[in-house]
């Protein structure tokens, strides 16, 4: 109990079937005033399969478990936002059309079908995504919370008692 200063967790969550207890779990290890750095995916495909349990932790997620558990929120951002996760999207089907051996796009017009579907699209987003994130199809959230010391309160006999 009360053993770690920081604790990193990243990209894990949505492999374990219950992730509010291990969430328990790591705040019961984290000494009060101890740091939590933690990512989860809101927006992946299904991977590690056939251990992939959850398919997106939300904003909401964190601001409603984390401090049931004690944790209080320092920083919660995106990683990126409505336009990465775009270019996200596209870079994942890369593979299954330009390297799809079947159909041959690996000659110079699978390079032009690179360029045109996949690198300008991506250069265009970015710009985009630069302007303005939209984090309602961000890929993650990155957070950093911190354990809260327990408040001590007096009992009827003017006892200490968390």
């Not at 997620?61 to 995106?78: A, H, N």
């Not at 051996?101 to 710009?127: A, D, H, I, S």
Request: hydrophobic residues 40%; contains cysteine.
């Amino acid at each position: 109990d009360a053993s770690a200063d920081v604790i990193l967790c990243s990209e894990v969550f949505e492999h374990i079937p219950y992730p509010l207890e291990a969430l328990e779990e790591i705040s019961r290890l984290l000494k009060p005033g101890g740091k939590l750095i933690f990512t989860c995916p809101l927006g992946s495909g299904q991977h590690q399969v056939p251990y992939h349990f959850y398919g997106g932790f939300t904003r909401f997620w964190y601001e409603k478990f984390f401090p049931e558990q004690g944790l209080k929120i320092i920083s919660l951002e995106p990683n990126g936002g409505l336009f990465k996760h775009i270019v996200e999207m596209l870079w994942r089907a890369q593979p299954y059309i330009i390297n799809d051996k079947n159909r041959g796009l690996q000659r110079w017009w699978g390079r032009l079908l690179q360029v045109l579907m996949f690198n300008l699209p991506t250069l265009v987003l970015v710009g985009y995504e630069d302007k303005k994130i939209v984090e309602d199809f961000t890929t993650c959230f990155f957070c950093i919370a911190e354990k809260q010391k327990p408040v001590l309160v007096k009992n009827s006999n003017d006892e200490d008692i968390t």
